[in-house]
């Protein structure tokens, strides 16, 4: 099982001297030590780095690929939305949303959000541009939101304005706070 998590260099080293990325692969190597068909992990990633989070994933996905079905809690919406083939939004102990997060996105009438450096376009030519719903200047970048992202692309090539472009579309976050709202709660 070691091997299977990448801690073979760490078999005589105690486990509160391991780093935390290395004890969750150790956590998950101990739930494999049997060989269940059936793996639940409960925030595996909570309070990992980037590079150690990433490299969970990997093990994660080789987990699933071999043959073994991993129910996931967690509170990252990306993490849920790169590892998961079917999504459970819950809230207050209510099942809100299920399905693939591909489906629960699409299932989203959210508009796409265009952004370019602050600078490349007037806010008053953004507003003005076919398609352009809203458009907003906070003085390091300038976003517009639009239902028809094609369009607004094509209307900013042509003034020459996509230096630095990024076009983001709704996530599982976003259909997160749609159906439990953004109140903080105590």
Known sequence: MLETVGLTDKADVRVEKLSGGQAQRLSIACALVHDPELVFLDEPTAALDPQA?????????????????????????????????????????????????????RGLDSPARISVPSGVLPLADARSLPGAD????????????????????????AKDALDGVQIHGATLEDVFLQVTGREYRA
């Open 53 to 105: 989070r990433r490299n969970l994933w990997d093990l994660l996905r080789d987990i699933n690929t071999g043959g073994r079905t991993i129910v996931l809690t967690t509170h990252y919406m990306d993490e849920a939305e790169i590892l998961c083939d079917r999504v459970a939004i819950m809230d207050a102990g209510r099942l809100l949303r299920l399905g693939p997060p591909a489906v629960l996105v």
């Open 134 to 157: 809203e458009a907003a200047d906070d003085g390091v970048s300038l976003t517009i939101s639009t239902r028809e992202p094609s369009a607004v692309v094509a209307a900013m090539a």
